[in-house]
C-alpha cells in the first residue's frame, strides 16, 4: 500500500491522494529527481503520463531505472487521441484499481481531472465509489 503522507512529504506541486494513488505534476524534470527515491520507497508501482505529446525517453528510462511500470494514457479531444483513450480505457482502470499509482501532467490543461472523472463516470461509479474531489 502507498505510504501517501510520505509521498505528500516530497512537496511535489499539485500532489493529492486519490483512489489509492497521487494526483501531481509530472515528475520526469530533472527538477523532481529528488523525489523519485522516497516514492519508490514508499510503494509507487507505476506511472500514469497524461501528455499526448510527450516524445522523450526520460519518463519510461526512469520508471525502468526505479522499477516502476510507465504506462502512456494520452488525454486529448483529437480524433486519434481519443481512439486511443478507448482502446486503453480498460488498462488505466486497472491501473487506478490496483492502486500505488502516480498520475501526472502538469500543463494546465485539465487532463488528470478528466482522466480521473472519465474514470469515475465509466467504472468507479458503478462499484460505489465517490467521484475524484476534482469532480466535485
Known amino acids: 500500500m502507498l505510504d501517501i503522507e ?13 483512489y489509492g494513488g ?9 527538477r523532481r529527481e529528488y523525489a523519485w527515491q522516497t516514492l ?3 510503494g509507487l508501482n507505476v506511472v500514469i503520463d497524461l501528455r499526448k505529446d ?5 519518463y519510461p528510462e526512469l520508471c525502468r531505472q526505479y ?10 479531444c483529437d480524433r486519434d487521441t481519443i481512439a486511443l483513450m478507448v482502446e486503453r480505457f480498460p488498462q488505466f482502470c486497472d491501473r487506478i484499481d490496483n492502486g500505488d ?7 494546465g490543461l485539465h487532463r488528470t ?11 468507479a461509479a458503478d462499484m460505489g465509489m465517490a ?3 476534482q469532480c466535485l
Open 131 to 133: 467521484p475524484p474531489p
Open 22 to 30: 497521487v494526483r501531481g505534476s509530472t515528475i520526469s524534470s530533472r
Open 113 to 123: 481531472d478528466i482522466a480521473l472523472c472519465t474514470y469515475w463516470v465509466f467504472h
Open 67 to 76: 522499477g516502476v511500470e510507465y504506462f502512456h494514457y494520452p488525454v486529448d
Open 101 to 107: 499509482f502516480y498520475i501526472a501532467c502538469a500543463m
Open 6 to 18: 510520505r509521498i505528500l512529504q516530497t512537496r511535489i506541486p499539485d500532489l493529492a491522494p486519490v
Open 54 to 58: 510527450y516524445t522523450a525517453e526520460r
Open 40 to 42: 519508490v520507497a514508499s
